[in-house]
């Protein structure tokens, strides 16, 4: 079964950025289901996905425009330090996490002021060129219930 829209495929990965630093190792843990077409992960990896079988172990090298977008000089923002959860922690540099309307959302810290914190809110991979090393590990239908939740379950179990 060759990986299309509408199925679930369980992959394992490698991510490297330009400079051939790992930044995250997943080969060799448990695979991560995906519901094939459904934008589940980033759009080139999605698209790069598509015809590949079990047993395949591929490079993908992922431009910014598909991947994280890119980096935006607007997206720095002075906050005040109420906003994050333990703002005596926050150091430049390190990343954390801000609840806002959409959700939880990934910032890097900045520069940490008395009251306030600037903070950049561009995906800590933005304007990042991603070469990924991917292992397909399983490929399956999806249950219909997964295909109007529009993601995969995992074991395929229809209650999360
Ligand atoms: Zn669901």
Not at 5 to 27: A, C, H, P, R
């Amino acid at each position: 079964m060759n990986v299309a829209k509408n199925k679930v495929v369980l992959l394992t990965y490698q991510l490297s950025n330009d400079d051939g630093e790992i930044l995250e190792d997943m080969l060799e843990e448990d695979p991560i289901a995906l519901l094939h077409g459904h934008g589940n992960v980033i759009r080139g990896l999605e698209q790069a996905l598509t015809g590949h079988q079990v047993g395949d172990e591929f490079d993908v090298v992922v431009e910014p425009l598909d991947g994280y977008g890119p980096r935006r000089d607007d997206q720095v923002r002075r906050l005040s330090k109420k906003y994050f959860n333990q703002p005596k922690r926050l150091k430049p540099g390190m990343q954390t996490t801000l609840q806002t309307d959409d959700g939880q959302r990934t910032v890097t810290v900045l520069k940490v002021g008395g009251k306030v914190v600037d903070v950049d809110l561009n995906h800590p991979l933005a304007g990042e060129r991603l070469h990924f090393r991917v292992r397909i590990a399983e490929v399956r239908d999806a249950t219909p219930a997964e295909l109007s939740h529009g993601h995969a379950h995992a074991d395929g179990h229809d209650h999360h």
